[in-house]
Each structure stands twice: as structure tokens, then as C-alpha cells.
């Protein structure tokens, strides 16, 4: 018996919608084996920080509560020793990214209070499916659904829907798991109905390698995803600097012949840091927009791939404020 559903192709239609806008958007091969081992881990690229942002730019009106959902997909995948990224993928496409809507704008089968995020036990014609009291107990019925179809029995499963169909599951999967790990491919038929449900979820998986697995920040003006705003930026007429939030330390000591040079760039998030570089006798000035709470590893990033030797030298609570003081410092600049 298929642990099949009704409702996902709508859900798989209003993503897949969205992403095909996106030149990015390619259909592969969702061959992804289900568990992690040595040679399937998650990338080094792939972080809660990363997933949650992904999903925000897409849901920009997403309830508070489930900002911080992919580090519950981190720690239930690690324990369960599921490839969580691709847990996370498959709840957006389930999910409609979290808005809980299907491609018509009419609202899906499961409300969002339920926490459940993979469509468990919504079979069709109305019926909710299961629920559960909050984000990281619905994650974790997510992932040990997963560590069913990968072919291990789970001995107490958090979800109804698990306890009544992993005796099913497991059977119709048997041969499969004797042969060669389960992907997430062989999800397709069996947890929905969709029979591109297996793409679906390589899809969106693409489409989050291709924005934030490059080295590249997430917001760039050219669409050839470069580092920078091509042209200098020119603050407001009535911009003003602003003392700086934290100062982080004073200008390195690299000379420069005097050229100088503005330009902005984006992580996303208007808190904003100004990065002094100085290359070939060139000072350039970078205001990188970054996440609160991920500030130094979004500079260290953008530092490595773009501007290497470079330093933040202050923080600011808005990139206007941040633009405001680089053209005080390469007055220049502004006159160009």
C-alpha cells in the first residue's frame, strides 16, 4: 500500500510557478540517497543560516515562529542521520515555502498551527492530516518519516501517520533499501501522488545552490550575480553619517595612492557593514548588508571572495548610513 496523498501536486505547482521566473530553476535528478554517510554529508555550503534566509525571500510575510526552522532540520537530521537539506527542500515544496497555500491562492489541507510540515496523513478531500504541539516536534516527524522510506523501523515514530504506515512503507521499499540506498527520488508515487515530485524538490534544490553555493552575496544589481553594485552608489540628498553602531576596529594599515572607490553589496538584512580594502593602491569601500546575529561570518565570507585582505571597520543599523560615511571617507567618489 502507497503512503500516497492528493494534495501535493498543487503545492509542487505554486512552487515550481514561482521558480521557473528564475532562469536559475533547472529540473535534475532528485537521486540524492535519503541518509547521510561519508559520501552523501550536506555541503559545506548548506547552513540553517542560508535555508532560513532562502526561505524568507520567498515568504517575506513568514510567521516569527518558523524563522529559525532549518536549525531544527539540522539537529534532528544530524541525530537521525538524515540529509536535512534536502528535508528542508522537500517541506518547501510541501509547504509552498511556508505559506500553507496552493497554486489557486486557496489555502492547502494542513493549517500552519498544525506543524506539520510534510503533508503527513493528508490524504485528500479536506482531511488535516496529523499535528503536533510545535516546530521541532513537527520537524522531527518530517525526518523519521524520511528514516522509514530509507528502510529503517523507527520504534516509537511521533507521528500517527508513521506508526500506522511504516509496516506499508517498509514493504514497499524492501527491495529498493537491499539494493542501494533510497533516494529522494524514490519519494515519487509514494509520498504524493505527483509523479514530479522527486524533480520538484531537485528543483528548489538548484535554485538554493545556485544563489547562496557560488561564494556570491544573495542581493547583486547585475544579472551576471556579480559581487557589487556596478556603479558607485550616491547617498540620499538629505543622507547624513551617522555615528557607526559598534565600531569594529581601525582602518588596516595598507597604503593606498589616494584613488578611492564606493560600492555596496547585500547578504540581505539592513543592518550593514562598511568594508575598507585597499588593492593595487586602490581604497575601496564596501557597505555589505548581513543577518543580524551572522555579521562576522557573512564579512569573512565576502572578504574571502571578494576582497581579500580587506576589514570591516564599522557597523551600521541601515546602508544609507553606511554609504553616508564611505563618501566621507572617498569624497571623491561622490563627485564622479
Not at 532562502?54 to 544530524?78: C, K, M, Q, T, V
Not at 558607485?232 to 557607526?244: D, E, F, G, I, M
Not at 575598507?276 to 543577518?291: D, I, M, Q, S, Y
Request: glycine share 8%; proline share 7%.
Amino acid at each position: 500500500m502507497r503512503d500516497v496523498r492528493q494534495g501535493a501536486p498543487g503545492r509542487a505547482l505554486a512552487v515550481l510557478l514561482a521558480l521557473a521566473a528564475t532562469p536559475a530553476a533547472a529540473a535534475g535528478r532528485a537521486d540524492t540517497p535519503i541518509r547521510i554517510y561519508p559520501a552523501n554529508a550536506v555541503p559545506a555550503c548548506v547552513t540553517p543560516e542560508r535555508l532560513d534566509h532562502f526561505l524568507l525571500s520567498r515568504n517575506p510575510d513568514l510567521e516569527p515562529r518558523l524563522r529559525n526552522i532549518a536549525r531544527w532540520y539540522r539537529r534532528h537530521g544530524e541525530a537521525w542521520r538524515v540529509r536535512w537539506d534536502y528535508a528542508f527542500f522537500q517541506m518547501a515544496l510541501e509547504t509552498n515555502f511556508l505559506i500553507f497555500r496552493r497554486a489557486d491562492g486557496g489555502m492547502g489541507d494542513v493549517d500552519p498551527r498544525q506543524n506539520n510540515f510534510a503533508g503527513l496523513g493528508t490524504t485528500g478531500n479536506g482531511t488535516p492530516g496529523d499535528s503536533f504541539p510545535d516546530v521541532s516536534t513537527g520537524v522531527l516527524a518530517h525526518i523519521q518519516h524520511l528514516v522509514v522510506y530509507s528502510g529503517q523501523r523507527i520504534a516509537e515514530p511521533v507521528a500517527p501517520r508513521t506508526r500506522l504506515k511504516q509496516d506499508d512503507i517498509l514493504a514497499a521499499l524492501a527491495r529498493t533499501a537491499a539494493q542501494r540506498p533510497v533516494t529522494f527520488q524514490d519519494l515519487t508515487g509514494r509520498w504524493a501522488v505527483d509523479r514530479s515530485y522527486g524533480r520538484s524538490i531537485e528543483t528548489i534544490a538548484d535554485r538554493f545552490r545556485d544563489l547562496y553555493c557560488n561564494g556570491a552575496p544573495l542581493e547583486t544589481a547585475s544579472a551576471a550575480s556579480t559581487a557589487f553594485v556596478p556603479a558607485a552608489p550616491r547617498p540620499a540628498a538629505n543622507a547624513r553619517a551617522s555615528a557607526p553602531a559598534v565600531a569594529l576596529g581601525p582602518p588596516s594599515a595598507a597604503a593606498s595612492t589616494g584613488a578611492c572607490r564606493v560600492e555596496a553589496a547585500s547578504f540581505g538584512g539592513r543592518k550593514t557593514l562598511l568594508i575598507r580594502t585597499v588593492a593595487n593602491g586602490e581604497e575601496r569601500f564596501t557597505a555589505l548588508g548581513v543577518l543580524e546575529g551572522f555579521e562576522r561570518s557573512m564579512a569573512d565570507s565576502f572578504i574571502r571572495s571578494h576582497a581579500p585582505g580587506g576589514q570591516p571597520i564599522a557597523e551600521f543599523s541601515s546602508p544609507e548610513a553606511a554609504l553616508a560615511r564611505a563618501f566621507e571617507l572617498c569624497p571623491t567618489a561622490a563627485r564622479q
